[in-house]
């Protein structure tokens, strides 16, 4: 009766079960991260400095770590863009407003902050481990590597700034917005303590 009621696992079967199991365990975690934004920054921060210390001290891997930027840039691009452009897709949704009599709407950005975070996290993960295989090390003449990626860095970001003007967006915001006024107390403008 092999295959009923599971009494003999293949290996197969006992392996994606393992994977299951760990996967689970990951995602417990990385469920657990999500109220600590500052800390989980912190840790990719430090991902960060140990793959740019292990490819800087190797001085090798410069195609790996060319690979890592572009990715980055890309994330970039989807972190700092709205959910629904309005120069390329019209929508029923929440918009942009585009003038200042427009209602209010809040910033919905593409790539929300924390799964910008994870795949950020993942991608100096990969590039760390890419470089313990020589393989990867492939020989290229690194400063063209950096200066394309500099140029591409700046274009793109030129051009999300033209979008970000033209649709008077900000993609971030620094905790609650305040307002003060002048408070005038009296004739002199002195305070009600004096």
Request: hydrophobic share 45%.
């Amino acid at each position: 009766m092999e295959g009923l009621g599971g009494e003999n696992p293949t290996p197969a079967s006992s392996a994606q079960q393992m994977m299951h199991e760990a996967w689970k365990v990951y995602q417990y975690y990385l469920d657990k991260s999500i109220p600590y934004p500052i800390h989980r920054w912190i840790a990719t921060v430090l991902i960060f400095w140990v793959f740019f210390l292990r490819v800087y001290l190797l001085e090798g891997f410069y195609i790996v770590a060319y690979g890592v930027g572009i990715y980055i840039l890309n994330l970039l691009i989807a972190f700092l863009s709205p959910l629904v452009d309005p120069e390329t897709e019209p929508s029923d949704g929440p918009m942009l407003p585009t003038r200042g009599s427009d209602e209010f709407k809040p910033f919905i950005r593409r790539l929300p902050e924390f799964k910008f975070w994870h795949a950020l996290t993942k991608a100096f993960g990969i590039g760390l481990v890419m470089t313990f295989f020589s393989v990867f090390d492939v020989p290229v003449f690194w400063p063209i590597l950096l200066f394309y990626w500099i140029v591409l860095f700046v274009m793109t970001m030129k051009r999300q700034i033209a979008h970000m003007i033209k649709y008077k967006y900000i993609p971030f915001t620094i905790g609650k917005q305040r307002y003060g006024g002048k408070k005038t107390y009296g004739s002199g403008g002195a305070s009600p303590r004096d």
